[in-house]
Each structure stands twice: as C-alpha cells, then as structure tokens.
C-alpha cells in the first residue's frame, strides 16, 4: 500500500520533468542559435551600416559602432577603412584630439592605404583646429604646421599650378578674341577649379597664417616682460621673432621692440648694431629710429670717451 501511494505521484511527474526539459533545452538552444545569428552578421554589413549613419550625420551612433571594429579589423582587409570612417566621424562631429589620434595611427598601422593622402592632410587639419589663440600654448599649432608641410612634401603641388597657368592661358586668349565662346567656357572652368581649394592649396595657405600665429605669440611674450621690466627676457624673444618667423608681419615690431630693450639696458653697441640692421632692412623707415639713433650715438660717443 505504501508502495503504491508513493509510486503514483513519482510516475505523475515524470512526464512532466521531461516536458520541462525538452522546453529548456529547446529555449536554450534557440538562444544560442539566435546568439550565433548575432555574432555572425558580416562584418561589412555592420561597417556599412556606421558609413551609412555617417552619411546622415549621426556621429554619435556611428562612432558607438566603429570603435569595438577598430580592434575586430585588425590586420584584416577593412582595417583601414574602419579607422578612416572612424576618425573622420570624429572630426565631423568635432573631436579633433580623437580624430588626430585615429588619423595618425592610420598612416602608422596601414601605410600603404589608399586612405593615406587624405588622412596625412586630415591629421594635420585636425591639429590647426585645435591651435589655440596666440595668447595661449601653441603646441598644436606646431604640429599642424608640420604635418601640413609633411603632406607638401609626400604629395608635391603640381594640379594647382597647372589650373593657374590654364586661367593665365585663358585670359590672354580672351584679351585677343574677347568674344571666343570657347575661350570664355574654359576659363571659367578653370577658375572654378582654381577656386575650390585642393588640399595642397589649402596647406600652403594655412601654413603662413599658422606662421603669423606664433610670431604674435612671441611678440605678446615679450610685451609682457616689458611690462615687468624684464628686459633681458623681452629681447629674448624680440630675437625669437626675428630668428624664427621673419616672413611674418611681427618682424619689423620685433627690431623696434629689441632696439628699446637694448637702450633700457643701456646696451649701446648692441642698440647701434640693431638700428643699423634696421635702417638695411627698412630704408623707407628710417624715421622710426631716428631719435633711437641720436640717443645710441650721444651715449656710445660718452662712454668711449669715459673709457680712454
């Protein structure tokens, strides 16, 4: 009797225990089946979905998706492709250190990439958009303009001096035959061509404007020092100016400022010598030295003679 009573319930639940097996296993199964489902998306499909979220200016999300492939592509066919995708959505959507970063590890990982030209010019593109105003450190402004001259050294203008001499071509063709259909059609395809600024273009004018930068930089320095009467350090960086960026508009302030130094010190020699660089310099300008000039002379006159 015992027996029975016990053996029922057991026999009762027997199917019911396979039953709930059966529904776990197949629930777990058809978990890993959609797992594997997951992890086998074709990675193109995935990358294509992120150009495509870059297309419609959703960096965010495109970058939330680039970032885990920049590692899942290494050493693959797409590697490059997702780094250049990926710093570009950086630097559209203004992170300019990140895009940087990308950008360069781009030319270090995969050279020889088709994507190197314009990461080479994007690079430095990103370090110019971060340099700061001339007040503050110009670290980054450093670095642009060497990356800038880095892509004019790899990739030598030559378009843009064919589309210059073009539009020179066409404009003295027109001063002849003014009416010339053709001629008026050619030039002004080539002045829009000229006038869409081609990265090699680009860099040499961003390069003197970068220039300008750091001179003001250096000229600002040392109008502070004058304000502490630190003169020693102003001429410092007179000297800087006018030894690094002579092609800038802060040489001249930078003799002018060095040659007040020089008389504050009393440096009368070395006054004189830096008016008369000066004068070679600024024939026109004379003028502006003309007082310095009278007063170095007095005294250098003065203390030669307290010498003998």
Not at 32 to 39: G, H, I, L, N, V
Not at 282 to 295: H, I, L, Q, R, T
């Amino acid at each position: 009797m015992f027996q029975s009573v016990i053996k029922k319930p057991v026999l009762s639940f027997v199917p019911g225990l396979i039953c709930l097996v059966l529904l776990l296993s197949s629930c777990g199964s058809s978990k890993s089946a959609s797992s594997r489902t997951a992890e086998v998306i074709p990675v193109e499909k995935r990358y294509k979905d992120a150009t495509d979220l870059i297309s419609r200016r959703k960096y965010d999300k495109a970058i939330l998706r680039l970032e885990p492939m920049m590692f899942s592509t290494r050493a693959t066919d797409l590697e490059d492709d997702v780094l250049h995708s990926l710093a570009e959505a950086y630097f559209l959507s203004r992170q300019y250190l990140l895009s940087a970063d990308i950008y360069r590890r781009l030319l270090q990982q995969t050279p020889d990439s088709p994507y190197s030209k314009d990461a080479q010019y994007q690079l430095a593109r990103s370090y110019e958009k971060m340099s700061p105003m001339h007040e503050l450190d110009q670290e980054y402004t450093f670095k642009a303009i060497n990356e800038f001259q880095t892509y004019l050294d790899q990739y030598p203008a030559q378009e843009s001096e064919q589309l210059a001499s073009d539009v020179d071509t066409y404009r003295e063709l027109l001063k002849v035959n003014p009416n010339n259909v053709a001629y008026k059609a050619k030039y002004a395809s080539a002045m829009a061509d000229l006038s869409r600024q081609s990265p090699s273009s680009y860099c040499t004018a961003a390069i003197p404007v970068l220039r300008e930068k750091l001179g003001h930089n250096r000229i600002a320095i040392a109008q502070q020092y004058v304000k502490l009467k630190k003169y020693r350090s102003a001429v410092i960086f007179y000297d800087q100016v006018i030894a690094l960026y002579p092609d800038t508009k802060w040489l001249e302030p930078a003799w002018l400022g060095k040659i007040d130094m020089d008389i504050k010190r009393h440096k009368w020699f070395e006054a004189r010598q830096a008016i008369e660089q000066f004068q070679q310099l600024y024939p026109d300008k004379s003028k502006k030295v003309e007082v310095a000039y009278k007063k170095v002379m007095d005294n250098f006159s003065n203390s030669r003679q307290t010498k003998k």
